[in-house]
Nanobody
Framework: QVQLRESGGGLVQAGGSLRLSCAAAGRTFSRSRMGWFRQAPGKERDFVAAISGSGSSTLHEDSVKGRITISRDNAKNTMYLQMNSLKPEDTAVYYC?????????????????WGQGTQVTVSS
C-alpha cells in the first residue's frame, strides 16, 4: 500500500510561482512512475506532467511546457511540480499519482495510487 500527500498549493497572482510537493510512504518509490494531474470545477481530470522512477524520463503537457517542471528526489521519497508564470487557467485541484511500473504515461488509468489533492488558485 502506498500513501501520497500533496502540499504547497495556495492562492497566487498571475505571473507568480508555486512549488507543489508529493510525499510518498512506501517501499517502491524509486521503482515507480509518478505524475501530476489537475481538475478544474466541472471539468475532467487532465494530465500535467509525468516522471519515470529514476527521474531520467519526463513528459509535460504542451500547454505547460516552459512554465511547469516535474522532478523527484528518491532519497526523500518526494516528487515536485515547480510552477512558474502561472495563469488563471492553471486554477485547479492538483493531484499526484503513483504506479509501481516503469516508464512515463499520461493517462489517469495508468496510475494505481492517488493523493487527496491540493488547491491551486491563480488570480488575475
Amino acid at each position: 500500500q502506498v500513501q501520497l500527500r500533496e502540499s504547497g498549493g495556495g492562492l497566487v497572482q498571475a505571473g507568480g510561482s508555486l512549488r507543489l510537493s508529493c510525499a510518498a510512504a512506501g517501499r517502491t518509490f524509486s521503482r515507480s512512475r509518478m505524475g501530476w494531474f489537475r481538475q478544474a470545477p466541472g471539468k475532467e481530470r487532465d494530465f500535467v506532467a509525468a516522471i519515470s522512477g529514476s527521474g531520467s524520463s519526463t513528459l509535460h503537457e504542451d500547454s505547460v511546457k516552459g512554465r511547469i517542471t516535474i522532478s523527484r528526489d528518491n532519497a526523500k521519497n518526494t516528487m515536485y511540480l515547480q510552477m512558474n508564470s502561472l495563469k488563471p487557467e492553471d486554477t485547479a485541484v492538483y493531484y499526484c499519482a503513483l504506479d509501481p511500473s516503469w516508464g512515463v504515461i499520461a493517462t489517469p488509468a495508468g496510475y494505481r495510487y492517488w493523493g487527496q489533492g491540493t488547491q491551486v488558485t491563480v488570480s488575475s
